[in-house]
């Protein structure tokens, strides 16, 4: 799950941009899949919560015609200078996905790596889905994926091999608790991130994340109430079928 959270934390997501960028560099799951959607549906390219571009990337390298959006100044500057390293220029644009306005129309929308769980309430999520569907051509498709609304133990801190190690002797660990409300349908994970430098000192940073997260027949709702067709809905990137051992929702489905 991504680490930091745009809206209801009131941590700087721009402050953390590099440490995000480390932790999910290595994430291949959902590349492939949004490459092939890409090339199938052709045309330009929309990726919702592009981060620091690591799809929005991938999908350039391809030559697709991909115009990332990211909400965080400092997590789109990060982007153009890892694709810089390789000789690569992106077409990013600042905003949010309820508010944002481009004067170009898209033939696929894509939203990887759980970017509609920042949205927390029903105005937010169908404010955003409208938004994104006027962004769309008619039959034009939109592809995203969220994960299963399955959790560790509550009120435990627990450590999952988290362990980063910089060129200067320091080690930096991430340990996490969890706390679970269902109401609401929010799950609060708390990171306490660990750095022992060189001399032995240890220092700590904490972050909040909320994520809001869904079941597969309210999404289901909620994209036909925001003017799309009943979705294709698959448990994993390979297009299998939607199980309960599942971990992920990958969703396909076009603009009405």
């Known amino acids: 799950m991504p680490l930091f959270n745009r809206t209801l934390s009131s941590v700087n997501y721009d402050d953390f941009a590099d440490l995000y960028d480390h932790q999910y560099d290595l994430y291949r799951d959902d ?33 697709v015609d991909v115009t990332g959006l990211e909400p965080s100044g400092r997590m789109i500057e990060r982007a153009r200078e890892r694709a810089a390293q390789s000789g690569l220029e992106l077409r990013l644009e600042q905003g949010d996905m309820q508010t944002f306005g481009l004067e170009r129309r898209f033939n696929l929308v894509i939203a990887p790596f759980n ?86 000192q240890l220092t700590r940073r904490h972050y909040t994340l909320t994520q809001r997260y869904y079941t597969r027949y309210e999404m289901e709702w909620l994209l036909r109430f925001a003017g799309f067709e009943a979705p294709r809905v698959s448990g ?7 199980e309960k051992g599942s971990e992920v929702m990958v969703f396909q489905t076009r603009a009405l």
């Open 236 to 242: 994993s990137f390979q297009g299998g079928p939607l």
């Open 115 to 200: 970017a509609l769980m920042h949205l927390y309430t029903p105005n937010e999520q169908v404010r955003a889905l409208e938004n994104l569907h006027a962004h769309l051509g008619t039959g034009g498709t939109f592809a995203f994926d969220l994960y299963l609304p399955r959790f560790g133990k509550s009120n435990t801190l627990r450590h999952e091999g988290e362990t980063f190690y910089a060129a200067d002797g320091r080690r930096t660990d991430v340990f996490f608790v969890q706390r679970h409300d269902k109401v609401r349908q929010h799950i609060t994970t708390e990171y306490h991130v660990d750095t022992t430098h060189a001399g032995g």
């Open 31 to 63: 590349l492939h899949f949004y490459a092939g959607v890409a090339e199938r549906v052709g045309g330009p390219v929309l990726e919702v919560g592009a981060g620091t571009g690591r799809v929005t990337a991938f999908l350039a390298r391809r030559g």
